[in-house]
């Protein structure tokens, strides 16, 4: 033990009087060394001049009011919050009058300008009606008006066909319509997404025009992943969606497989409304096999309602490398625009 | 079960006189803390009321994954953190205007003594705020408050080797400033 080593270890140490945690080896150091007995001793010179501070306090009196300070400053904390909504004063209460004002001045323009514009779209809606019953009436009516193939357009990079799964197929679009009850109407099935765009009551029927323009779409993903203390977070899967049965959306999914386990997942999600699907998963996660042990197989079903950007945690599922915790997410968008230039015609 | 923790539970379920009870268990340490991290009476003060407040409102987050000693040491060290980033590295000494007695002070009326044990008090608390940040908090909870190298790792967030580490730095630091003092002080003797 030299001096160094020694005085190293005593600088670790709390208790530097009574030495109790120290070793035996550097409590015969410091019995044979002048220099670390000094060092000690200004070591514990130092504490007691620190441990001084233990001393200063308020007195007794400052302690009996502490509470009493500590409950008015709470109240105080407390009361500003009603005073803004109250009014404590002359100016918030008028900012208070002008905010209502002025919300009541624009719900009262919008609703002004809707009623405005609805009346423009009737008479312009009354007018192309009458344009295409002339139309009509001069040519004979085609059996199926379809403007190419859609997978065709999707293929060639052109813009999107989004009416393209439901022009096939009346019953699929009227189902669709059906879901919503004011405007949405129309579906397409692309790179794994369900996408309902807008449409004006009265063309979401069967043989009406869908008019070009950029429309709104409701766009939806769900991605599954896995949380594990040891990996962190695994996204496993975006799986893709392959066609909407009505409300029922089916879904295609993959066999993942990760070091030797193979890990199955389905699930069937039904589309409630704009914003809640519901679904049922079942997910499975096979062990690899091992000399000795039998092949294992944990399963998971669960019924869950997921609602735009919640994560559910459906629960957790076993495997060599411990627990992970299943999540299902949604990503609803229904405001994204996408533009077309398709006239289609149902 | 400790005492504190059936308070706790008490107050969860929005009993006040439970939360009344544990501002009179810890007041005490937790001012003190603060005081000797801040160096300052009123600054102690207002960060422990703070603190009480704090817990107060987040006790609901309080999942007993740590003791409540702990958790409320954390949210006062936390603001004192916050507090004194704020002020900046300025080694701030303000005249303590302690209501009531102060235990350091002399009680003679001997102007030369009294001056002797203020500058006293001035040297150990400039040393102690001459500490970074961390190392002042591990020697003031390990010295001056007694927690465990584990209630402070727990408290700081990391190992208990980092605290012994920091616990190190700051003696080693400590002596160096106070050890001419204390030298100065043997040979008066």
């Known amino acids: ?346 | 079960m400790p005492d504190d923790l059936h308070l706790v539970i008490r107050l969860k379920g929005g009993d006040e006189e439970a939360f009344a009870e544990l501002v009179h268990l810890y007041q005490k340490r937790i001012y003190a803390m603060l005081y000797q991290m801040t160096g300052n009476h009123f600054e102690a003060d207002d960060l422990s009321q703070e603190a009480f407040l704090r817990a107060y409102t987040y006790i609901d987050s309080f999942k007993g994954g740590s003791s409540f000693q702990t958790w409320l040491y954390r949210i006062a060290r936390n603001l004192a953190f916050t507090h004194l980033k704020k002020r900046g590295r300025k080694n701030t000494l303000i005249l303590n205007e302690f209501p009531g007695e102060n235990l350091l002070e002399s009680k003679t009326d001997n102007p030369m003594r009294s001056l002797m044990h203020e500058e006293l008090r001035f040297e150990i608390t400039a040393a102690i705020n001459s500490l970074p940040l961390f190392q002042r908090e591990v020697a003031v909870l390990l010295l001056l408050q007694e927690l465990s190298y584990r209630e402070v790792a727990e408290i700081q967030g990391c190992a208990e080797g980092t605290v012994a580490w920091r616990f190190y730095q700051a003696r080693r630091r400590l002596i160096k400033i106070l050890g001419p003092l204390v030298d100065k002080m043997r040979y008066k003797k």
């Open chain 1, 1 to 346: 033990m030299n001096c160094r080593k020694a005085r190293r270890m005593l600088l670790k140490q709390v208790d530097v009087v009574n030495l109790g945690q120290t070793s035996q080896e550097i409590k015969t150091h410091i019995n044979t060394c002048d220099g670390c007995k000094e060092f000690l001793e200004t070591m514990r010179q130092v504490d007691n001049l620190i441990k001084l501070k233990k001393k200063e306090l308020p007195s007794e009196e400052y302690w009996r009011s502490y509470w009493s300070r500590l409950r008015a400053r709470n109240r105080r904390m407390a009361v500003p919050q009603e005073e803004k909504l109250l009014g404590g004063s002359l100016f918030p209460r008028l900012r208070f009058a002008f905010e209502i004002l002025a919300i009541l001045l624009v719900a009262i323009s919008a609703f002004l300008v809707a009623n405005n514009q609805r009346d423009i779209k009737t008479l312009a809606q009354s007018m192309q009606a009458l344009q295409r019953e002339r139309v009509a009436a001069a040519r004979p009516v085609p059996e199926k008006n379809i403007v190419g193939t859609p997978e065709k357009k999707i293929k060639n990079g052109q813009p999107k066909l989004y009416a393209a799964n439901f022009r096939n197929d009346i019953r699929l679009f009227n189902e669709v319509g059906s879901l919503f009850p004011s405007d949405m109407g129309w579906v397409a099935t692309d790179n794994g997404q369900v996408e309902l765009g807008l449409l004006n009551a009265d063309s979401a029927r069967s043989g009406n025009i869908i008019s070009e323009g950029t429309r709104p779409l409701l766009f939806l993903n769900f991605t599954v992943f896995l949380k594990n203390s040891s990996v962190g977070t695994q996204k496993i899967s975006s799986p893709k969606i392959v066609t909407l049965d009505g409300n029922k959306i089916s879904i295609k999914t993959n066999d993942l497989f990760h070091s030797g386990r193979v890990l199955k997942y389905q699930f069937s999600p039904v589309l409630v409304n704009k914003k809640t699907v519901q679904t049922t998963l079942r997910l499975s996660i096979s062990e690899p096999k091992s000399p000795g042990k039998e092949q294992e197989e944990t399963e998971l079903r669960t019924v869950i309602t997921l609602r735009d950007g919640e994560s559910v945690e459906l629960g957790k599922i076993s495997s060599s490398e411990g627990d992970y915790s299943v999540f299902l997410s949604l990503y609803i968008d229904g405001n994204r625009k996408v533009e077309t230039t398709e006239k289609a015609m149902i």
